[in-house]
């Protein structure tokens, strides 16, 4: 089939990403997928026939790519579409689900597993199993919040009770939901526990990336996640193996977003590029759990790597979002670093710029040791040399809680031209 220059997706899975659902395209290397997002989390939270706790787009196909190569996908722009949303923190309600309420939840009333649902009327108990009516969502709001945006999309408020109520009658259509959409919408919850903050919109991306060489639910694929699916007794159980064919898509980082280049690994023929879970805003870390899952209109440029194997994704992020100590150097920096070079005798100085590699795991110290094994395998350097140069001239960031980090390091420009990576790097910080 003839490669595309431009694809357009608007279709969803329904919780799940992996080689066993169809790719649509291929678009050309260097082509441009425009994708029309959906929620993530509450939505298909609170929607039991969904296999996931997101609903990411069909996987789009790139020309060229194979298994062992990378691709990288450059964030043009993310839209947000939707004018309210609602979000807050979680708990479970038992008898609704098999070990896991993101991915197997059953009715309680007549035992129907993956239940297709109908809204009645607005509130939590709203959800209902359209097979025997019984109130069906695996989930709570603990403590939650209706937001809204205004028409710039710059600034946004959390509303009271008597707005949150008046907007969840409305819910579909203020959230700009898909019309491949099958989420129920969010804020029909009207939840309002919280009124009259105001924040800013900084939307990112928090579900992108590439398709894992096995089927798993779209929120589990990452390290943290992930590890629900160890030995759970359902129909996506896998062993502490086969979690390593997972790509990282469920990031959650909030500098993935406009301006920025994830590269990410090919795992299966095409690539098989998705996209979802757009956030209006986020705190690095998601503390909560869950934050403004927006529909939103984003904007990718996907170019193939070839030969480029890389354990799990690689962020260059804008030049503003890098921690202090990885921003390229000025040329005044640069020119006292040789002076000083010449005043102790240390005739060399490195010419480096920063990647961040993503690690993920069961909690924040196994994230931060897979990231550094992941960047001492990719530049084939002892774990100890990256922590040296991590803790000189880079960082370590939370993305998600439990376990999603970015580990920031000035890589010198020979290892990145090693693995032709230096092109790249000097062009998206303009070194």
């Not at 939505?43 to 990288?72: C, L």
């Not at 069906?136 to 939650?144: D, Q």
Request: net charge positive.
């Amino acid at each position: 089939m003839k490669a595309q220059k431009t694809i357009y997706v608007n279709t969803f899975t329904d919780g799940l990403v992996g080689p066993s659902l169809p790719m649509i395209g291929p678009v050309a290397d260097g082509g441009t997928i425009i994708a029309e997002t959906a929620p993530g989390c509450w939505g298909p939270m609170i929607t039991p026939s969904f296999q996931g706790g997101h609903e990411v787009t069909r996987p789009v196909a790139v020309i060229g790519a194979a298994p062992g190569d990378a691709i990288a996908i450059r964030i043009k722009k993310v839209r947000v579409t939707s004018t309210v949303t609602a979000s807050g923190t979680m708990s479970f309600v038992e008898g609704r689900f098999t070990a896991d309420p993101f991915v197997a939840r059953h009715c309680p009333g007549c035992g129907m597993k993956s239940p297709e649902t109908r809204i009645e009327g607005i509130g939590a108990e709203a959800i209902r199993c359209a097979a025997c009516g019984a109130e069906v969502s695996p989930f709570r709001l603990t403590n939650g919040y209706t937001i809204v945006f205004d028409d710039a999309r710059k600034m946004a408020l959390t509303v009271g009770p008597a707005v949150a109520r008046k907007l969840a009658k409305n819910a579909a259509k203020l959230m700009a939901l898909p019309r491949e959409s099958c989420q129920n919408p969010a804020v029909s919850l009207c939840p309002a526990d919280i009124s009259g903050v105001m924040t800013r919109l900084r939307p990112f991306i928090g579900n992108i990336g590439t398709t894992p060489s096995i089927d798993m639910p779209d929120s589990h694929n990452a390290g943290d996640f992930g590890q629900f699916l160890l030995g759970a007794p359902h129909m996506y159980g896998i062993t502490k193996d086969q979690l390593e064919n997972r790509t990282d898509g469920h990031l959650d980082i909030d500098s993935v977003r406009a301006g920025a280049i994830l590269i990410c690994p090919v795992k299966v023929p095409g690539g098989g590029v998705y996209v979802g879970d757009a956030h209006a805003m986020q705190g690095d870390g998601e503390i909560a759990g869950h934050t403004t899952d927006v529909s939103a209109e984003v904007t990718l440029q996907v170019n193939v790597l070839k030969g480029l194997k890389i354990g799990g994704p690689i962020l260059l992020p804008p030049v503003k979002d890098l921690p202090h100590l990885a921003r390229p150097f000025t040329a005044a920096e640069k020119k006292a670093a040789k002076n000083l070079g010449k005043k102790f005798g240390q005739a060399k100085v490195e010419e480096s710029a920063a990647i961040q590699m993503v690690g993920s795991g069961a909690n924040l110290n196994e994230a931060t040791d897979n990231g550094v094994a992941r960047l001492s395998e990719l530049f084939k350097i002892s774990t100890e040399e990256v922590l040296n140069r991590v803790t000189l001239s880079g960082a370590v960031e939370i993305g998600r809680l439990p376990g999603v980090v970015t580990v920031t390091m000035q890589v010198p420009m020979p290892w990145l031209k090693k693995i032709n990576l230096a092109k790249l790097v000097k062009e998206h910080y303009a070194l």
